[in-house]
Structures are given as C-alpha cells and as structure tokens.
C-alpha cells in the first residue's frame, strides 16, 4: 500500500501561471515532507521541503503548504516557466526527515507551455 | 567532476551475465545509497552505506550485491538477474548519515535492461 500518493500522473499549465502539485499520505507519522524535480536522463535534484512543525515554507517561485489534518502538502510554483518542465517527485519521512526512511510518491510531470 | 556521477548510463545484459554499476561521490558526503525506480512506481531504496558500513539492505535479493569500498565509491554487483529487475538504478549521497534530516543528491542514473 502506496503511504505518499501523487494521484495526479500530469499536468500541463501555461506560462507565467500558477502550478499545483499535489501530495496524499496516509501516514500520521510522517514529520518532514520534501519535493524533488528530475529532468528527462538526470537524477532527482532537491527542491524544497518542509517540517511538520511548519505548515508553509517558501524559497523563491516555490512554496510547499502542508495540511496536517488532511495529510496533505501542496507544491506552488509561480509563476511557471518552461523550465520547469519536470518530473516532481514528493517524498516524506517520519524519522525527522532521516534519509534511509524516505518514502517517495510516483511523481507527477509538469508540462509548461510557452 | 562535482557531484555524483554513475557509471555507466546505459547497460543492456542477459540474464546469465555479471556486471557492476559504479557510483562516485565529490560532495565530502559520509552516506550513500541505491535506489530503484520502475516504471510508474516509487523509488525504491534498496541499500544505504554510512561511514563504508551497510546500515539498511531493503529485503534485496542476494542476486544484487553491494560494495563500498570508501566513503566515495558505490558498487552494485549484478548476478543472474531477471527481466523485471529492468529499470533505472539511482546512487544517492548525503551528508551526516541516514539518520539525518538532509536532501539526498542523486547521479543521473544507470538504465538497466535485462533481456
């Protein structure tokens, strides 16, 4: 049973929009939550993440917002550039974010049309 | 070179063969892992190292091996694999230990084919 679901496989948003990606888990011990971005033939690159202490955090175009009653986090991108045509990958943990108890959702690829 | 570089990029066996995937770290990072992505599904850890020791082996069949001979190499030995082992091999590097909180650095992957 997938505990980080990414129930949205695409999304295709035009440029200089907003974009949403979205996040499920099941988990009530998950305490730290980060999103990845890869590109076609690279690995996953670290995005953005945040403590469940928090339940926002922004750097730039980028802010992630967690709804710990829902257990949901949302990632905002704005505004969208074609650039950031990716797969995004969300990722959470309920050791205080220890690297080997990383679970990752299946990613959802972003198309931004120019 | 910078970062975590993986070698090779593509590598296409048949299911009697022996090869091995490389991994190396320049970050001065004291952790490192291997994941698995399949298609349409999560990665996968599969093995983490810290301090050249395995500290977390995910239930991975022995038909993967893997070596760690310093804190900035990684090897995944491949024996007698199956089709469905077929998909993208990722290393990761980390600073301070699995048990840290900290972003994971990837290599651009290993994409195995088994025929």
């Known amino acids: 049973d997938q505990q980080v679901k990414q129930n949205s496989p695409s999304l295709s948003v035009q440029e200089g929009r907003i974009s949403i990606l979205n996040c499920d888990y099941t988990?009530?011990?998950?305490?730290?939550f980060l999103w990845y971005k890869k590109y076609p033939a690279e690995g996953p690159t670290f995005l953005i993440s945040?403590?469940?202490?928090?339940d926002k955090n922004e750097d730039g175009r980028f802010t992630v917002f967690l709804n710990k009653s829902a257990k949901h986090l949302s990632l905002h991108i704005v505004p969208s550039q074609p650039g950031d045509s990716a797969v995004y990958f969300c990722a959470a943990s309920g050791s205080g974010g220890a690297t080997n108890k990383l679970i990752f959702g299946t990613g959802t690829l972003l198309a931004v049309q120019p | 070179e910078t970062g975590v570089t993986q070698t090779p990029r593509h590598l296409v066996m048949g299911m009697t063969n022996k090869k091995s995937l490389k991994c190396e770290q320049h970050?001065?990072?004291?952790?490192m892992y291997w994941y698995k992505q399949s298609a349409k599904k999560p990665l996968e850890l599969m093995f983490v190292?810290?301090?050249?020791?395995?500290?977390e082996n995910n239930s991975v069949p022995s038909r993967f091996s893997p070596e760690c001979p310093n804190s900035s190499h990684l090897f995944l030995h491949l024996h007698t694999l199956q089709p469905e082992d077929s998909a993208l091999y990722l290393c990761a590097s980390s600073q301070g230990g699995p048990g840290v909180s900290g972003p994971l650095h990837f290599g651009n992957g290993t994409r195995l084919t088994v025929t």
């Open positions: 190292y810290s301090l050249e020791e395995r500290v």
């Open positions: 988990n009530s011990m998950f305490d730290y």
């Open positions: 970050l001065g990072h004291n952790a």
């Open positions: 945040i403590s469940s202490i928090k």
